[in-house]
């Protein structure tokens, strides 16, 4: 990843390359407040057995899938002609979509 001498999608050599780019991702947790409830299911909340729960949870994964579920970085060095493919379809949708749809007779 991002070793700048060639892109990591494709694997293009970038060291000739007139422009590169360099694309950042990050994913993390998100918490929406109206989730949290009012001030009154808050102090409900059995805390100790929601920490016990969350114990269990954390001993079943490995330190990276922990980690990973909280925050995750990584950063691509991309050719000009990724770089618009990323900037078109952003998450693979159209991708996806294309590795579903049945192949058509010719």
Do not use: F, H, T
Request: proline content about 4%.
């Amino acid at each position: 990843m991002a070793d700048s001498a060639s892109c990591d999608r494709c694997g293009a050599d970038l060291l000739g390359a007139p422009v590169r780019y360099l694309a950042e991702m990050k994913v993390w947790a998100a918490y929406d407040v109206m989730e949290l409830g009012s001030r009154r299911a808050l102090d409900e909340v059995d805390y100790r057995a929601e920490y016990r729960k969350a114990l269990a949870a954390a001993a079943r994964q490995s330190g990276e899938e922990a980690a990973n579920s909280v925050y995750w970085s990584r950063r691509y060095d991309l050719c000009a002609e990724c770089q618009k493919k990323l900037v078109a379809d952003p998450l693979g949708k159209d991708a996806a979509i294309e590795d579903q749809e049945p192949e058509k007779a010719p």
